[in-house]
């Protein structure tokens, strides 16, 4: 029935389809690359917070100030 109606009325459906399957294309890839960075983050907070007395050492050996410190990295870590 749509071929009665000429090339334009045949290709508007397939132009429709080639664009939303762009878009689906590229709407995937932005979540894998997105979804990759946010694992990225949660593992690179993981290891400096494992790390944090070993990076503290370097800066200071007080043991009242690493102490301090440490309570003060917990209370700002929720916000």
């Not at 290709?11 to 694992?39: E, H, R, Y």
């Not at 690179?44 to 301090?68: E, I, P, R, V, Y």
């Amino acid at each position: 029935m749509a071929a009665r109606q000429g090339p334009v009325a045949m290709a508007a459906p397939q132009i429709c389809l080639q664009v939303w399957l762009a878009v689906s294309l590229l709407t995937d890839a932005l979540a894998a690359s997105g979804q990759l960075v946010l694992l990225i983050g949660i593992s690179l907070a993981a290891k400096l917070g494992a790390s944090f007395w070993g990076l503290a050492t370097f800066f200071t050996k007080d043991m009242g100030n690493l102490k301090q410190q440490s309570t003060k990295s917990i209370n700002i870590a929720p916000m």
